[in-house]
């Protein structure tokens, strides 16, 4: 009876992205859960993200260097974002956020809200960047029509 309560508790609480069995809150500090997908390459699947209110968080279904998560994200940033002195930042921020790279499970946040992108890993603070040409650009990541990664709506309950 107790574990049906948990998983009932739990599934008040937050949504499953089903193909890499990542849970997601349904709020958090980010605001609310709008979207859910899974970047992938190739076959294999990279990372699971969820879009909120205000940024994205992502949980790593496979480990990667720092080096090569960074580049991967500005590569994906850097054609949407005019402001180059902001993308270099931001992959400095990257970089020295993920001393040990990206280790699978891990989870990345990224605040898009009030004109600076900030970086959290695992839920503490690494920085952030200050540009509102930033905080559009990694948006238009994962929403524009190029997105690396199609997001399914999650409805409000």
Same mark, same amino acid.
Not at 53 to 75: I, P, Q, R, T, Y
Not at 129 to 146: H, I, M, N, P, Q
């Given at each position: 009876?107790?574990?049906?309560?948990?998983?009932?508790?739990?599934? =008040?609480? &937050? @949504?499953?992205?089903?193909?890499? !069995? #990542?849970?997601?809150?349904? *709020?958090?500090?980010? $605001? +609310?859960?709008?979207?859910?997908?899974?970047?992938?390459?190739?076959?294999?699947? =990279?990372? &699971? @993200?969820?879009?909120?209110?205000? !940024? #994205?968080?992502?949980?790593? *279904?496979?480990?990667? $260097? +720092?080096?090569?998560?960074?580049?991967?994200?500005?590569?994906?940033?850097?054609?949407?974002?005019?402001?180059?002195?902001?993308?270099?930042? #931001?992959?400095?921020?990257?970089?020295?956020?993920?001393?040990?790279?990206?280790?699978?499970?891990?989870?990345?946040?990224?605040?898009?809200?009030?004109?600076?992108?900030?970086?959290?890993?695992?839920?503490?603070?690494?920085?952030?960047?200050?540009?509102?040409?930033?905080?559009?650009?990694?948006?238009?990541?994962?929403?524009?029509?190029?997105?690396?990664?199609?997001?399914?709506?999650?409805?409000?309950?």
């Amino acid at each position: 009876m107790r574990l049906l309560l948990l998983l009932v508790a739990t599934s =008040v609480h &937050a @949504v499953k992205e089903r193909s890499t !069995g #990542f849970d997601f809150p349904k *709020k958090n500090k980010l $605001g +609310a859960l709008r979207g859910l997908g899974v970047r992938t390459k190739g076959p294999i699947k =990279v990372y &699971a @993200v969820g879009r909120y209110d205000k !940024g #994205f968080l992502l949980k790593m *279904k496979m480990g990667v $260097g +720092a080096e090569k998560m960074s580049n991967a994200l500005v590569d994906a940033v850097k054609p949407r974002c005019s402001d180059n002195a902001a993308v270099d930042q #931001f992959k400095e921020l990257m970089v020295s956020g993920l001393p040990d790279g990206c280790k699978k499970g891990m989870e990345l946040g990224f605040d898009t809200s009030g004109g600076k992108l900030g970086l959290t890993v695992n839920g503490r603070g690494r920085g952030s960047v200050s540009s509102r040409k930033l905080c559009g650009a990694f948006e238009g990541v994962y929403t524009d029509s190029k997105a690396v990664c199609k997001l399914n709506a999650v409805e409000d309950e």
